[in-house]
């Protein structure tokens, strides 16, 4: 609803000036404000469903907090569900023979390099850190601690899968609900978002190259510059006193994070 509201806010003024956003087409410009502005409602939404009931939430109650399992190891686990989801996906496209997908052309890629580049940011930045603080920080997180790790595996990883509607081929939408079961289970084991995000961030990198028929040094040149500047904002966020130590216990009332079952 908050997605929404702000895009009609952000397309009125648009439509003023006389830029068409009433066809199917809306200008790649346009199609990034919106999309920022849903990954931004999607953290607005977290944190106050979190907060309902006087609760008093911190960002590490969300994973945002060092893998428990060690960060070499962390590493480890988010290369493998990787290669896990490549493998799954090449073969269900194969199997259904999907169709490419045109988020990138709707975004405005092939227009300006401008547009390339905020499209590159909004994929490989800015989507994975709004997308896994609500979906593994939160929505999992909540369901995890009201049911346990695989219904609320199951039952983010369809949510996951279902956002993506309109954004993604409909036979894409079962492979992005298994990566979303899959970054669950990352979640579960590490007990870090920053892992899901990186390997959120890996996927969308990999997946933007390809699409835009990169070479695979291009292709690394974005995946390193998409860390890197994941990398930034967290410790931008921790030097504003925004992110900080996880306490050893949630206190009364608090949202809390389960680190089991």
Not at 52 to 64: H, K
Request: aromatic residues 12%; proline residues 4%; charged residues 10%.
């Amino acid at each position: 609803m908050l997605a929404a509201l702000a895009a009609v806010l952000i397309e009125l003024p648009a439509l003023a000036f006389g830029v068409d956003v009433t066809s199917s087409h809306i200008p790649g410009g346009l199609e990034i404000v919106d999309t920022v502005v849903q990954d931004a409602a999607f953290v607005v939404a977290a944190v106050f469903f979190a907060q309902l009931g006087g609760r008093t939430v911190r960002a590490w109650q969300f994973g945002l907090r060092p893998p428990r399992t060690g960060w070499k190891r962390a590493a480890g686990l988010v290369v493998l569900l990787f290669f896990v989801f490549l493998i799954f996906s090449v073969i269900w496209g194969s199997a259904f023979h999907a169709e490419k997908d045109k988020l990138l052309e709707q975004l405005g890629t092939g227009e300006s390099t401008d547009l390339l580049v905020l499209s590159a940011a909004l994929t490989c930045v800015i989507a994975p850190i709004c997308e896994e603080f609500l979906f593994r920080g939160y929505i999992f997180t909540a369901l995890r601690n009201w049911h346990g790790t695989w219904p609320a595996a199951i039952i983010t990883g369809l949510a996951f899968g279902g956002v993506h509607v309109g954004s993604a081929p409909v036979i894409d939408l079962v492979p992005l609900a298994g990566l979303g079961f899959g970054l669950c289970v990352l979640y579960r084991y590490t007990g870090s978002l920053y892992a899901c995000i990186v390997a959120h961030s890996l996927n969308n990198s990999i997946a933007f190259g390809s699409l835009e028929g990169w070479r695979w040094p291009s292709v690394l040149v974005l995946l390193l510059s998409a860390f890197a500047a994941i990398g930034l904002i967290a410790l931008g966020l921790i030097r504003a006193g925004v992110i900080t130590p996880e306490r050893s216990a949630a206190g009364p009332g608090a949202f809390g994070v389960s680190s089991g079952g």
